[in-house]
């Protein structure tokens, strides 16, 4: 059974940081390309980061591009989101997600994911 458990969410303000981190288990990490997502209360699930099992390649949102940085720890079969000069349109629940083994392509569509984590609050206030 694969298990994602995503933690550090939480209120911030707007200009300040947060760091996410999805902890894994149940398979083989590194061999998964490894991604987050956010959704907005009446908003579709939408893209922000994924971080390719090549271990040489991520992707970003144009929205977060330049702000947020995902990286992963394969010994702690951890995936981060570092968050930085937060906005109130980052607000929303952020998603972990991992895809089966040895796939990126399409890394930035929900249908490239396998296994969802339960997703963890992020309020970011003006």
């Known amino acids: 059974q694969v298990q994602l458990v995503e933690s550090g969410g939480g209120l911030v303000q707007a200009g300040g940081s947060l760091r996410l981190s999805c902890a894994a288990s149940g398979r083989t990490f590194s061999r998964s390309t490894m991604g987050w997502f956010r959704q907005a209360p009446g908003e579709e699930r939408e893209f922000v980061a994924a971080d390719s099992w090549r271990g040489d390649r991520q992707y970003y949102a144009d929205s977060v591009k330049g702000r947020h940085t995902i990286s992963r720890d394969n010994a702690k079969t951890t995936v981060y989101l570092q968050m930085a000069s937060l906005k109130p349109e980052d607000t929303g629940v952020y998603y972990c997600?991992?895809?089966?083994?040895?796939?990126?392509?399409?890394?930035?569509?929900?249908?490239?994911?396998?296994?969802w984590g339960q997703g963890i609050q992020v309020t970011v206030s003006s």
């Open positions: 997600a991992a895809t089966n083994y040895y796939r990126d392509y399409g890394a930035m569509s929900p249908a490239a994911y396998a296994y």
